[in-house]
């Protein structure tokens, strides 16, 4: 047959109709139901720029915590943000203390396998000491699940290790 060719093949099959119906030439789709199924081992290197955030990402690996600040209406984002959306003027840098309040939680058990972060994987929206908005990030070393609370104090932590990105290099811990 030839198939033997293909070493990643995993079967053909005659797939059915998901939803029969009554067609006058009986079935429209007859000639493509022959299906094959492969394994197909992908793998990707991506190469992208952090643009005008490379600041934040780059001050973390400083263990300094920044986010921006509208010169001209006072609004300090949680994060950063190189335009305020507020009123559309260039914001400039300003570092925070690092230390906040939870805002709201999420707990998730399953996370996808690609994360490779033990489960339960908690995210956390904090009202950063000093900003405006919340911030986004995992908080980690919390104890137990029933012992995070709205309203604990937290504070950034940052990474001692290597990271795969950079966004890795922080993240929140009951403070
Ligand atoms: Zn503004």
Redesign the pocket.
Same mark, same amino acid.
Request: aromatic share 0%.
């Given at each position: 047959m030839g198939t033997e060719l293909i070493s990643n093949l995993l079967e053909i099959f005659t797939a059915e109709d998901p939803m029969p119906f009554d067609h006058p030439e009986g079935d429209p789709w007859k000639d493509f139901r022959q299906i094959m199924r492969i394994e197909w081992k992908m793998e990707f290197t991506y190469r992208h720029i952090l643009g005008k955030y490379s600041k934040f990402f780059i001050e973390l690996a400083n263990k300094r915590f920044f986010t921006t600040e509208?010169p !001209?209406?006072? !609004?300090v984002w949680g994060i950063p943000r190189p335009l305020?959306a507020?009123?559309l003027?260039i914001t400039r840098w300003k570092e925070l203390p690092g230390t906040g309040v939870l805002s709201s939680f999420s707990v998730s058990y399953f996370v996808p396998a690609f994360m490779k972060v033990e489960t339960p994987y908690v995210l956390a929206l904090v009202k950063m000491d000093g900003a405006d908005t919340l911030f986004t990030h995992q908080l980690r070393n919390f104890g137990r699940v029933e012992d995070i609370k709205v309203g604990m104090p937290v504070k950034v932590a940052y990474a001692t290790e290597p990271v795969s990105h950079p966004m890795l290099l922080m993240w929140f811990e009951p403070a």
């Open positions: 509208c !001209k209406c006072g !609004k305020c507020d009123c003027t």
